[in-house]
């Protein structure tokens, strides 16, 4: 299966090999099957190895962690290094992982080990990350509070690094992290360092954020990606109290589809959807913050090799998670950040297939909405509502409908019986179901998890 970020047809092509890259990184690229640069890629990778501070505006989903990664690589198999040498801060443990398991593809020709630290796990991996930061993995990839962990006990030698990477530094400052990220840059060297700043949008506070730590930075924008045209996008206009039912009644007809992704935008919401859903006979599991870190993986994996047909999630897994073969996205709520959406929805339609899109707007989330067709240039198609939940619409008032709408019988009764048991058949995919581990992140590692640093008995690098 392909996943290749989309060229600009305008932009001039450029092959991997005329970048001036190690032989171990182009024997890689090439196992993986990349062989032109992304826009990002080509315009990070030549400043980067030059040694030069980069400020980049790049999504998820245009080839920017190998924009980052690539050249710190080949410095590290150049001038191979036994002390921590590079940082790479994930706003999530679950990109930490992505990040982690992309790292191990690029790398595998290469002497390069890193380590995966990220909170949610027993002590014992505590121990192991404390053993790499002491003996020195030359990579590491942290969130930001779990390294601050580590770094406050005062064991980890920190002397060595020259490279930063803040990805998804929007995200960062958002979820809280920004007192984390100075005092992790604090703790740097700063004259040798280099930094490479990647953000999916520019607000002023990042960009006075970036101002303050980056030395004369090279400055890339990649244009802020539309949903790919063939996400089939729409829309229900809908009472809160209905959208349960909702969501039964679309899956009635959904059977077949192998990965349905439900965003919801509270944990509340993703627990009593699952159960009803559950109780509905679905094979549906919610990943949210809630769950243990091992929990979160095994259930991610489980619908990665398509033993789970549904999960419904919070914004969690809205950015960056590679999960390829995703059928239809539904946004249960409209989502805050207009970006988001494009998040959510990039979900589906990764590769050359198609996907579908469909967000629930109840009255409060009309203005929100609007935003979102704003920036993605597009009115998107509203679909009336299915006769039994005709009288849901969000004009009638939610509140006055709350008390005996909610589970009302018209509601219940539209999904009962029919939408139970995703047990039948369902579409073969040799290349998705447990499929073969690759650098795209899309491979069932389960809880494999990135806390060792490796380098024997690692996977080739391969996409699928
Ligand atoms: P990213 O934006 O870094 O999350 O990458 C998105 C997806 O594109 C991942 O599955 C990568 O493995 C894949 N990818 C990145 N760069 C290339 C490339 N130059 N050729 C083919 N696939 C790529």
Redesign the pocket.
């Known amino acids: 299966m392909n996943?290749?970020?989309d060229q600009t047809p305008e932009e001039e092509v450029v092959y991997f090999d005329e970048l001036n890259l190690v032989d171990e990184l182009l024997d890689a690229l090439d196992d993986m099957?990349?062989?032109?640069?992304?826009p990002i890629?080509a315009k990070a990778i030549p400043p980067s190895l030059e040694g030069r501070d980069v400020l980049a505006v790049a999504q998820?989903?245009?080839?920017?962690?190998?924009a980052f990664l690539l050249p710190i690589l080949d410095k590290l198999t150049r001038e191979p290094v036994s002390k921590v040498n590079t940082i790479i801060l994930e706003p999530t443990r679950e990109l930490a992982m992505q990040v982690d398991r992309?790292l191990e593809g690029f790398s595998f020709y290469t002497p390069a080990s890193s380590i995966a630290i990220y909170g949610g796990r027993d002590g014992h991996s505590m121990e192991r990350e404390k053993n790499a930061l002491k003996t020195g993995a030359p990579l590491v990839v942290a969130t930001p509070g779990r390294l601050i962990a580590h770094l406050d006990l005062g064991y980890a030698d920190l002397s060595g690094v020259r490279h930063l990477v803040l990805d998804e530094a929007d995200r960062m400052l958002d979820m809280g992290f920004v007192n984390d990220m100075i005092k992790i840059i604090d703790m740097l060297p700063k004259e040798k360092l280099q930094i490479l700043f990647y953000s999916a949008t520019m607000p002023g506070k990042i960009r006075k954020f970036s101002r303050e730590i980056l030395k004369n930075p090279v400055e890339i924008s990649i244009a802020i990606s539309k949903p790919a045209e063939k996400i089939d996008q729409k829309a229900f206009d809908v009472a809160d109290w209905a959208k349960i039912s909702l969501i039964e009644h679309i899956l009635k007809d959904k059977k077949d589809l192998e990965r349905i992704l439900i965003f919801c935008g509270r944990k509340k919401t993703v627990r009593d959807l699952t159960r009803r859903l559950q109780r509905k006979g679905h094979k549906a599991e919610s990943v949210s913050s809630d769950l243990e870190q091992q929990e979160r993986e095994d259930r991610l994996g489980d619908f990665r090799s398509g033993k789970i047909p549904i999960v419904i999630a919070t914004d969690v897994l809205s950015r960056?998670i590679?999960i390829d073969g995703i059928d239809l996205v539904i946004n249960f709520d409209v989502p805050g950040d207009a970006e988001d959406y494009v998040h959510r929805i990039g979900r589906t339609a990764r590769a050359s297939a198609e996907g579908e899109a469909i967000t629930l707007i109840s009255k409060e989330d009309r203005q929100r909405f609007k935003r979102i067709e704003e920036l993605v240039e597009k009115e998107v198609r509203r679909v009336p509502l299915p006769d039994e939940l005709a009288d849901a619409e969000p004009t009638q008032g939610r509140d006055d409908r709350e008390k005996g709408g909610r589970g009302s019988k018209k509601g219940g009764g539209g999904g009962r019986g029919r939408g139970r048991g995703r047990s039948g058949p369902r579409k073969s995919s040799g290349d998705r179901a447990g499929g073969s581990p690759d650098?795209?992140?899309?491979s069932n590692t389960g809880g494999g998890g990135g806390d060792r640093p490796k380098k024997f008995g690692r996977r080739r690098p391969k996409?699928d």
Do not use: L, M
């Open positions: 996943n290749i970020p099957g990349f062989e032109k640069c992304t890629q998820t989903g245009t080839g920017k962690t190998a992309q960056g590679h650098a795209s992140g899309s996409r």
